[in-house]
């Protein structure tokens, strides 16, 4: 198995404000010296009544902002580590530390870390599910397998119970029986109610982004 992307978004209750500012906030993020969300970078701009959106078509990576997300996607594969470390390190320094503070966006209730994989050879998995389609007399063309599984996280805040929780959705998903087994492991970890301030989150979204990332290589790729 190789990892072959990742997607890191951060979202929040639907904020009209940052909905008519949106233009603004691609400006902060394109001429910001420290010149990871370039143009050279994300060569294509793509305006949606609702969206915009910064875009690599070559590369199939995004950058796109809306009323309720701020959602990072790249695929890379060769330099990995060092891409996954420095654009996550930028959405932070941008994104988390400066967009949010300028344009207050607050009511933080969810962060995302998908991390993206293929596997070439067939997978004990796969031979499973042929096993049990063997039972209805099929032979499959394609997959495609999504569970999740949940975990409460309460915590006690001013007196109040949240209800706060993190979920792993994984995917599975082979187009034909030719091509390669994509594999998906979707960390999010939900706070109810909503943060005010991002600041307040028990733990640091970079943190979690790198957790998810070590907990992916350790359960799937067997290395720390």
């Known amino acids: 198995m190789k990892l072959t992307g990742f997607v890191i ?23 910001h010296p420290d010149k990871t969300f370039t143009e050279k970078v994300f060569p294509e701009y793509r305006p949606y009544y609702d969206a915009r959106q910064l875009i690599d078509t ?6 796109t902002l ?6 990072l996607e ?17 959405y932070d320094k941008i994104i988390l530390k400066e967009i949010f503070k300028e344009y207050g966006i607050s009511k933080i209730d969810r962060f995302g870390c998908v991390l993206k994989a293929t596997e070439k050879e067939t997978t004990s998995l796969y031979n499973d599910l042929e096993e049990v389609l063997k039972k209805h007399d099929k032979k ?21 119970v949240t209800t706060d929780y993190e979920n792993e959705i994984i995917s599975y998903d082979r187009k034909t029986i030719a091509a ?11 706070y ?13 979204f970079t943190d979690f982004c790198k957790v998810s990332l ?4 350790e359960q799937y790729l067997n290395t720390k």
């Open 9 to 31: 978004a951060v979202r929040f209750i639907r904020s009209y404000s940052i909905e008519d500012n949106l233009g603004s906030l691609m400006d902060h993020i394109l001429k």
């Open 192 to 204: 109810q109610p909503a943060l005010e301030s991002i600041s307040d989150s028990d733990i640091h």
């Open 66 to 71: 809306n009323s309720e997300n701020i959602v």
């Open 58 to 63: 070559k590369k199939d990576n995004k950058l």
């Open 140 to 160: 499959p063309d394609s997959l495609s397998l999504r569970f999740n599984c949940l975990r409460k996280t309460p915590k006690t805040l001013k007196g109040i």
């Open 214 to 217: 070590k907990k992916f290589k």
């Open 74 to 90: 790249i695929n890379t594969s060769d330099n990995y580590e060092k891409d996954f470390a420095e654009f996550l390190e930028a």
């Open 180 to 190: 390669d087994l994509s594999f998906f492991v979707d960390y999010q970890k939900y």
